[in-house]
């Protein structure tokens, strides 16, 4: 048996590769604007860099000024040590605030950048296929999305305006240590950053790995958080309060441990990062002190030197937070990334046409599926609904009955066999209009944290309030909301928990016939519900039926009698199929289900 194959794209190679992803956010095709904001925030920053290199020139002199003996350069102009003090301080300011006007001018290139990556990663979050998502705990996703897209913003802040701009200023001060000093002040300079660069960039290394592990188990304790509110009733159902925070508690526990490696790691390459820019403080200074007593160099020299290792050692220990940080967000970019080249399972055909309903016709032709290659669900199933035709699916649990809906609404492909409508394979037209032909009322109607007006007008968005009154109105709930304090606008809670299950079911009943589709698919919407809310919905079901053609999934046979056909599903195979009454007359399968049914209905009562 054929079946489409989930594959997993691995992220993008390295750290190049990841770079690579994020540059057309930074610097895109068709947007000559965000273009022009990045290139004038980068003059912003060279004409900063040049300032700051420049203004313990001024510094120096000021010094100077102040020894009568030391004669004042001509580039000062005739200023005094006041005077140069005066420029001193606008150097330094103007400094600061061409790094502000940078920050200012890119700042919405950053902010727009992050919006296309987050709302491009939720999007495809919806494309991805049942198959995914059933397999991944969604506190995990949100998590490699949340870490992934402030790592991108972490990474168009830092990598642009911290790495780029501090290599440039260590070349333009290792350009005036060597022209207005001596060529040992450079050596000095340069041993210092690369031993710095080397020892940090070796010992970060080690510190990802450790990284790593804290995040896994960050996400790990997350996801048990998550699923444990998510599941708050079955926890209370169970008494199992102190099981799930000992649950809990030992997933934090290893992330303690995760965290306190991460701590000792940083205290070590903090301390070494120390010795070695002392050391070539130190070694810069004696250079310069020993100038001074020989009358190589005066005060001012002195004080510039210490002036310009100062401000070398202020990025460098900067480097080693933003390689730390840089290279961590690198690793939370590439587990994104990783998900967004995840490719969907089901994909639209190149050319695929929109789906044409002229008559509601459904058929599947021999269909075969497994959610596995090795495990078989439908095994060449074949069955047909008329237009305005309602069938019903029966047999028991892992028969593959729920399998046909996913089918027919093509969260999986088939393995075998075709599925059509009005003669229209579903593999050769897009999903969106496929979606928008099929109405579903599921076994638990889930609604989202928002008012039962939004949840109803879900079925059509564009609906007007007196249509959502309507659908309301038909599905026999409207009553029940207009007696609510706030009406339409009473908020649902999450998950719709504030209503009951009835109330849910009606919800999104009146939201399927809001969207009003031709054909409707019932994956046993009432079997969550006590028999009397049962039979009270089975009225408003069976009025949405009214001219739609209708697959209903059924567990409790009493809600289908009065269907047109009644199929019966045992491992995969269709083995029965006609009338309610026909079926009770062969007296086979369904009929057996049946008799059970009416006897446990019986016993209970």
Known sequence: MRRTTLTTTEAPAGALGIIRRVIPYLWPDND???RVRVVAALSMLVVAKIIAVTTPLFYKAAVDALAPEVMTPAWTLGFGAVGLTVVYGVARAMNIG?????????????????????????????RLSMRYHISRKTGGLSRIIERGVKGVDFLLRFLLFSIGPLV???????????FLFDVWY?????VTIAAYVAFTFKITEWRVKIRKIMNDEDTDANQKAIDSLLNFETV????????????????????????LKTAYSLAFLNFGQSVLITAGLVGVMVLAAIGVQNGDLTVGDFVM??????????????????????????VDMGEMFGLLEQPPEVQDKVG?????????????????????????????????????????????????????????????????????????????????????KIGVVPQDTVLFNDTIRYNIAYGRPDASFSEVR???????????????????????????????????????????????????????????????TERSIQAELRAMSQGRSVITIAHRLSTIVDADRILVLENGLITESGTHDALLVRGGRYASMWNRQLSDEESAA
């Not at 440039?168 to 060597?178: C, G, P």
């Not at 719709?496 to 016939?513: H, N, P």
């Open 32 to 34: 000559t604007a965000v």
């Open 98 to 126: 061409f790094q502000q006007l940078r920050d200012v001018i890119f700042a919405s290139v950053g902010q727009r950048a992050l919006r296309r990556l987050a709302a491009e990663t939720f999007s495809h979050m919806h």
């Open 168 to 178: 440039l200023e260590l070349l333009l001060i290792s350009i005036i240590l060597f």
């Open 186 to 190: 450079l050596v000095i300079v340069l």
């Open 236 to 259: 209370k159902y169970f008494g199992a309060e102190q099981r799930e925070a000992v649950r809990y508690d030992g997933a934090m526990k290893n992330y303690e441990a995760a965290a």
């Open 305 to 330: 030197v210490n002036a310009y290792m100062i401000q070398i050692t202020m990025p460098l220990n900067f480097l080693g937070t933003v390689y730390r940080e840089i290279r961590q967000a690198l």
């Open 352 to 436: 695929a046409k929109a789906l044409t309903v002229s008559k509601g016709r459904v058929v599947f032709r021999d269909v075969e599926f497994g959610y596995e290659v090795e495990r078989p669900i439908l095994k060449g199933v074949s069955l047909t609904v008329e237009p305005g035709q309602t069938i019903a699916v029966v047999g028991p649990s892992g028969s593959g009955k729920s399998t046909i809906g996913r089918l027919l609404f093509r969260f999986y492909d088939v393995g075998g066999g075709a599925i059509e409508i009005d003669g229209q394979d579903l593999r050769d037209v897009t999903q969106d209009s496929l979606h928008s």
């Open 470 to 532: 309507e659908a309301a109105r038909a599905a026999r709930i409207d009553g029940f909301i207009e007696g609510l304090p706030h009406g339409y606008e009473t908020t649902v809670g999450e998950r719709g928990l504030k209503l009951s299950g009835g109330e849910k079911q009606r919800v999104g009943i009146a939201r399927t016939l809001l969207k009003d589709p031709p054909i409707l698919l019932l994956d046993e919407a009432t079997s969550a519900l006590d028999t009397e």
